[in-house]
Protein backbone atom coordinates (compact mmCIF):
# COMPACT_ATOMS: atom_id res chain seq x y z
CA UNK A 1 0.00 0.00 0.00
CA UNK A 2 1.33 2.93 -0.69
CA UNK A 3 0.05 6.98 -0.61
CA UNK A 4 0.30 9.55 -3.15
CA UNK A 5 0.53 13.11 -2.00
CA UNK A 6 -0.45 14.57 -5.78
CA UNK A 7 -3.78 12.51 -5.43
CA UNK A 8 -4.67 12.22 -1.83
CA UNK A 9 -5.41 8.67 -2.13
CA UNK A 10 -3.71 5.07 -1.69
CA UNK A 11 -2.93 2.22 -4.02
CA UNK A 12 -3.14 -1.07 -3.30
CA UNK A 13 -0.71 -4.09 -5.03
CA UNK A 14 -0.35 -7.58 -4.58
CA UNK A 15 -0.68 -10.88 -6.70
CA UNK A 16 -1.53 -12.67 -3.40
CA UNK A 17 -5.24 -14.05 -4.99
CA UNK A 18 -6.53 -14.23 -1.08
CA UNK A 19 -6.60 -11.10 -0.18
CA UNK A 20 -9.47 -10.55 -3.15
CA UNK A 21 -13.18 -9.57 -1.52
CA UNK A 22 -14.13 -7.17 1.08
CA UNK A 23 -11.77 -6.55 3.71
CA UNK A 24 -11.75 -3.96 6.75
CA UNK A 25 -8.95 -1.09 6.11
CA UNK A 26 -7.76 0.91 9.36
CA UNK A 27 -5.59 3.86 9.30
CA UNK A 28 -3.74 5.43 11.81
CA UNK A 29 -2.00 9.09 10.79
CA UNK A 30 1.24 10.46 12.47
CA UNK A 31 3.67 13.37 11.21
CA UNK A 32 7.00 12.14 10.00
CA UNK A 33 8.56 14.77 11.86
CA UNK A 34 6.52 14.77 15.33
CA UNK A 35 6.07 11.36 15.89
CA UNK A 36 4.55 11.64 18.75
CA UNK A 37 1.45 13.55 17.15
CA UNK A 38 -0.96 11.09 16.25
CA UNK A 39 -5.16 10.95 15.31
CA UNK A 40 -7.08 10.91 18.39
CA UNK A 41 -8.62 7.28 16.96
CA UNK A 42 -8.10 5.34 13.74
CA UNK A 43 -10.09 5.58 11.12
CA UNK A 44 -12.09 2.41 9.57
CA UNK A 45 -13.68 1.42 6.24
CA UNK A 46 -14.26 -0.97 3.98
CA UNK A 47 -13.06 -1.44 0.86
CA UNK A 48 -13.70 -4.49 -2.05
CA UNK A 49 -10.71 -5.30 -3.35
CA UNK A 50 -11.49 -7.11 -6.62
CA UNK A 51 -9.04 -9.08 -9.63
CA UNK A 52 -8.61 -6.81 -12.53
CA UNK A 53 -7.43 -9.64 -14.41
CA UNK A 54 -11.36 -10.62 -15.03
CA UNK A 55 -12.22 -7.26 -17.04
CA UNK A 56 -8.82 -5.02 -16.65
CA UNK A 57 -10.44 -2.13 -18.50
CA UNK A 58 -13.92 -2.11 -16.95
CA UNK A 59 -12.16 -0.86 -13.76
CA UNK A 60 -13.92 2.87 -12.71
CA UNK A 61 -12.97 4.55 -9.78
CA UNK A 62 -15.49 5.78 -7.51
CA UNK A 63 -15.33 9.56 -7.02
CA UNK A 64 -15.11 10.82 -3.90
Known amino acids: ?3 DTSKRE ?7 I ?6 Q ?3 KAHL ?3 PVIVT ?5 ASIDII ?3 IDPDGIIPEIQ
Do not use: A, H, V
Not at 18 to 23: K, N
Open 1 to 3: MNY
Open 25 to 27: LTI
Open 10 to 16: FNIYSEQ
Open 40 to 44: SKPES
Open 51 to 53: DPC
Open 18 to 23: SLIGLR
Open 32 to 34: TQY
